[in-house]
């Protein structure tokens, strides 16, 4: 299967509404990419070692992360997708525009916009 670019129509294979989108940007690290003045592995090595400690701890060196970024953002996506249920490290990702919003878990759906997701969640539309 063909890696995603940019400009390529989108959607999240694996949900039951698959959605429709456009990717607008594509980041091979995200944590690079936000400009954090650290790499993933970095991050993750750090995170991995602050998790056995204090929460506060942990949190405090994502507060400073964020704070050091020139896109805080970018910090929040990639957090939240390498949390501890994640059986694989995911860096690379994906900012697509929606045209038709994929299903969520929740009840309301938000309206389409865009969103950061990890690469290997898309499929591209041919």
Known sequence: MAKV??????????????GLGIV???APDIIEQAGAGASFEEVMETL???R??????ASQYRFELKQKAERPELIDYC???????????K????RIRWFESP?????DEPPPGEEWVPIEWVRQIS
């Open 5 to 18: 670019k940019v400009g390529d129509l989108v959607c999240l294979f694996r949900r039951k509404k698959k």
């Open 24 to 26: 607008l940007e594509h």
């Open 48 to 50: 991995s070692a602050l």
């Open 52 to 57: 056995g400690g204090s929460y506060l701890t």
């Open 79 to 89: 957090l939240s997708c390498n949390t501890n249920w994640a059986s694989r490290s």
């Open 91 to 94: 860096k690379e990702f994906v």
């Open 103 to 107: 299903s969520f878990y929740e009840v």
